[in-house]
């Protein structure tokens, strides 16, 4: 039997290992942002999780839709505590700034820490392509733990899913980075901030 020490000195080393594998990939920091995205329920709570959804988030910028414009702007009063509470969760300083767009927010059957199997089960018929595939199996057979890899692989088809529903659901691609959006016009929030 493993003594206390022992223990956790063998869960550092799978955290250095699945640190090192995110770092080879070049993708610690957009799983960090993503990891920000999933705790916006628990940081923000209950009530207003209920009235804005995080939508996405680039390059540290969090997007998130509002019900009304009155909750967009009683949110922007709160930003940066939002902010702090946010990399806190996190453990490091991945969201820099927070939009928030009062478009208005429609419930989903998805929820805001995660999905109800009747959106999961739709989600899972969006057929992908080949080439989206092979991308994700390649991605994965480069990481040396097996459950990892499994965990990477599922979450980069899920991403390319998620976008391929979106565009079926009429959102665009940007005509700057190629990103799903929804807004009007060509560019999507991110691209026309820079």
């Excluded at 739709?122 to 733990?145: G, N």
């Amino acid at each position: 039997m493993a003594r206390n020490g022992e223990s956790s000195w063998k869960m550092m080393s799978i955290g250095r290992v699945v640190e090192d594998s995110l770092d080879k990939l070049g993708i610690r920091g957009r799983v960090r942002e993503h990891r920000a995205m999933a705790e916006y329920k628990a940081v923000v709570g209950r009530h207003i999780a209920g009235a804005s959804f995080p939508e996405n988030v680039r390059e540290g910028v969090l997007f998130v839709c509002c019900k009304s414009s009155a909750w967009a702007n009683e949110l922007s009063l709160h930003k940066r505590d939002i902010i702090s509470r946010l990399n806190r969760s996190v453990g490091a300083q991945v969201i820099k700034d927070i939009r928030f767009s009062s478009r208005g927010y429609r419930k989903s059957s998805r929820t805001v820490d995660g999905a109800d199997s009747t959106y999961v089960r739709a989600l899972q018929q969006v057929p992908l392509s080949k080439e989206q595939i092979e991308s994700a199996d390649r991605t994965a057979s480069t990481i040396q733990l097996p459950g990892l890899a499994e965990k990477v692989r599922r979450a980069m088809l899920t991403g390319a899913r998620l976008e391929e529903a979106k565009l079926r659901d009429g959102w665009k691609r940007c005509s700057q980075c190629s990103a799903p959006h929804n807004d009007p016009g060509d560019v999507c929030p991110r691209c026309r901030l820079h």
